[in-house]
């Protein structure tokens, strides 16, 4: 595989592709601890919702403030013949560290459940209870995105109860979890209201329709954990190829095939591959459990970590470098290598174990950098990350202890492993550098623009190139006398590689990249991006809020706020284009970078649309007192420009991912169905002919 390609699939990995389905609670259900009781007794209710796959549910508990770090749950119960003894309150939840108040420099802990979430209520019995509802809220999480649940359990007679009813309201709300929401009842719709996504103006999802919507449809892609696999099992591959582990592998097949028994032979061979896919499945599952998906969110973004990894990478490359050697303690080694004496199937698992323990300084930063970039993907990812590396790892053993005759064909070793080793140690020092990126655009820190990013690219790569052509040498490197095919071949993709990124330096989009280098909007100097700039305030539109702060890439002018683009939209008589992004969204630029790029639709979206980009992970941008409203469809105070956004995605589209793109008029009559990165693929003709439908269809209902 060319280098180029392998980085550029190792970067793929960064973040899992989002879908713009919403997601849901997989499970709930609500249970009392008795059916048959006397009036006036107290009995207990069990509410329990069991998160999306991957996600977590947040408790009712928190040290931080109301308006504070992540929205916590809170459960309302109403019907007839109970009255509530006191608030609900979770089981089983753990207290962590807020990593949204964090941010903001608070240090306060709030109640997660990483399985099911289980919340118990005590109430009084007044009656033999007909029906009782019990209405949840909250906020569910993953590592990449946070989602507001709202659920409704209802029973119907759960509970008898003998003697005379005491009076009781028929319709009591636990009064403790209303007054702390500060929220007033909804007022009754009526017909014929006008759409809204605020409290008491209209049916949240009632937008009006064109009568063609087109074929677009949102669709769901599972591809993380796939590529997560072939990731890791390239990286299985490679990590064959270094002085540590190739020249072993004849001397380990060598001693298993030294028994004449040739189905014990193989049997100790099939035993001693899956002994090492087993010790590395083994580690991936631990960081799974001690990672977890807070913690995976945390290394996604916050800052310690990602220098922290910048830094262990520096180190890995060092040591490919030839600086150091990374080593377990020799007693280690020595104790495990004993033991692959015995005989059984013991030999071959303890045999196992020393290969793993006596390549460490050549694997250890190898299955660290795939373990680094797992991690961030939530509990499965780690194992399944390891699956791969150790398939990749084992299969050469086990295939040649069954057919030994292939020893022959195997090269022979020699300074080739060294040199892998180097190379690699090149892939490494350019992974540290998107840490430090990561960090450097969450905080805005101005290290690491575009061009000071590509700069350092293309000095790595070019002596990469030049090390591969024998120019440079390390100190354990071999007299190279004539360059082999391999090599030919590695320099010329290195080489063409560094090409490609020169160009980046003056602006060029980079698309094979994008999403994984730093914004362009970072690039100080870029060449006639900008010359085709459609001026938005020309016919009777405002000047966008908030657009020293937020930005639309290729120099596209637009709005930032919903209701401001709908104006505009109606004064241009064009219709609106609604971006629904994230500051944190890897595949919203890469759309942006693949598809917005394109000069077609690029054309479309300056002169044909009025565009509106909605950050819905907004937490800093606060709406003032009077633009501050009631959402109907989180029924919660929306205070920030980013909960704004996000209700409008909820309310008026059932979706909670990002990027979606959706077509309306300035009337919100929709022109097509909302699409997402999965539903075009990252493919500009399918964009473009989406973006041709939406105006074809807005000439139509045109006066």
């Known amino acids: 595989m060319k280098i180029q390609s392998y980085i550029v699939l190792l970067l793929s990995v960064i973040s899992l592709p989002l879908t713009a389905q919403m997601k849901k609670p997989t499970a709930k259900s609500m249970t009392f601890s008795a059916s048959k009781v006397k009036v006036g007794d107290i ?54 560290t807020d990593e949204l108040a964090e941010l903001d420099k608070i240090n306060c802990k709030t109640g997660v459940f990483q399985a099911k979430a289980v919340f ?18 909250g906020q569910m999480c993953d590592e990449s995105q946070c989602v507001k649940i709202e659920e409704t359990l209802e029973a119907q007679n759960p509970v008898t109860a003998e003697g005379p009813a005491e009076e009781a309201p028929t319709a009591l709300i636990n009064s403790d979890t209303l007054k702390s929401s500060n929220f007033t009842d909804t007022p009754t719709l009526k017909s014929g209201e006008k759409t809204s996504y605020k409290s008491g103006t209209g049916n949240c999802t009632e937008l009006k329709y064109t009568g063609n919507l087109g074929s677009a449809k949102n669709e769901t892609a599972n ?26 592998i004849p001397m380990t097949v060598a001693f298993f095939l030294k028994n004449e028994d040739k189905k014990k032979s193989i049997r100790d061979g099939i035993v001693f591959a899956a002994a090492i896919i087993l010790i590395y499945v083994i580690i991936g599952t631990l960081v799974s459990k001690l990672v977890g998906p807070d913690a995976a969110n945390w290394l996604s973004t916050h800052w310690i970590p990602n220098v922290f990894f910048f830094v262990i990478f520096i180190v890995f490359a060092a040591s490919f470098f030839g600086a150091f050697e990374l ?41 660290g950098s795939v373990l680094v970039e797992s991690a961030k ?69 101005g290290l690491l623009d575009r061009e000071i990013y590509l700069a350092l690219w293309i000095v790595i790569f070019s002596l990469m190139a030049i090390y591969l052509m024998g120019k440079i040498k390390f100190s354990h490197d ?25 160009p980046g330096l003056w602006g060029a989009p980079l698309k094979s990249l994008a999403g994984y280098l730093p914004p362009m909007h970072t690039q100080d100097f ?47 008589k064009k219709p609106l284009f609604i971006d629904f992004t994230g500051h944190g969204c890897v595949n919203c630029r890469k759309m942006e970078e693949k598809v917005w790029s394109n000069p077609e639709v690029l054309k479309l979206l300056k002169n044909d649309y009025v565009v509106v980009s909605l950050y819905v992970d907004d937490k800093k941008i ?40 959706v077509l309306m008029t300035g009337d919100e009559i929709l022109l097509q169905h909302p699409g997402s990165a999965e539903t075009f693929d990252y493919n500009a003709e399918k964009f473009k002919v989406f973006l041709q439908n939406g105006i074809s269809e807005f000439k139509k209902i045109q006066p």
Request: glycine content about 8%.
């Open 327 to 367: 080593v377990l303690p020799a007693s280690w080694v020595n104790a495990i290598d004993k033991r692959a004496d015995k005989g059984g199937i013991a030999g071959p698992v303890f045999m196992a174990l020393t290969i793993a323990l006596v390549s460490f300084s050549c694997t250890g930063p190898i299955v």
């Open 622 to 661: 606060k709406l003032s007192e009077s633009e501050q409203f009631k959402g109907k469809f989180s029924g919660k105070m929306i205070t920030t420009l980013g909960e704004k956004n996000a209700e409008i995605q909820a309310c008026y589209f059932n979706s909670n991912s990002q990027p979606l793109y």
């Open 120 to 137: 118990k209520q005590k109430i009084k019995v007044t009656g033999s209870i007909q029906k009782l509802v019990c209405s949840f809220s």
């Open 377 to 445: 993907g939530g509990l499965s990812t780690p194992i399944i990350a390891m699956l791969g590396f150790s398939l990749a790892f084992a299969l050469p053993f086990g295939l040649l202890v069954i057919f030994p005759s292939y020893m022959k064909s195997l090269p022979k070793s020699g300074g080739w492993l060294n040199s892998v080793k180097v190379v690699l140690g090149f892939i490494e020092l350019a992974f540290a550098l998107k840490f430090l990126s990561t960090a450097d655009q969450t905080y805005h820190w």
């Open 223 to 248: 591809k993380g954990l796939g590529l997560v696999f072939w990731l890791a099992f390239t990286s299985g591959l490679l990590a064959l190829l270094t002085p540590c582990v190739f020249p072993m």
């Open 526 to 572: 870029r060449l006639g991006n900008e010359s085709d700039v459609t001026e938005i305030t020309a016919a009777n539109c405002n000047t966008p809020k908030y657009a020293g702060q937020l930005h639309i890439p290729h120099g596209i002018q637009g709005y930032f706020d919903y209701e401001e683009a709908l104006a505009c939209a109606k004064a241009q």
């Open 43 to 96: 009995i207990e209710i069990t509410v329990s919702l069991s998160p999306a796959s991957g996600m977590h549910i947040y408790s009712e508990k928190s040290t931080c403030a109301e308006d504070v770090g992540y929205t916590r749950a809170s459960l309302t119960f109403s019907g007839d013949h109970f009255i509530p003894v006191g608030k609900s309150y979770g089981i089983g939840d753990e207290m962590k």
């Open 478 to 502: 071999s007299d190279i006398p004539y360059w082999s095919v391999t090599r030919l071949m590695l320099v010329i993709a290195t080489w063409s590689f560094v090409v490609y990124l020169i």
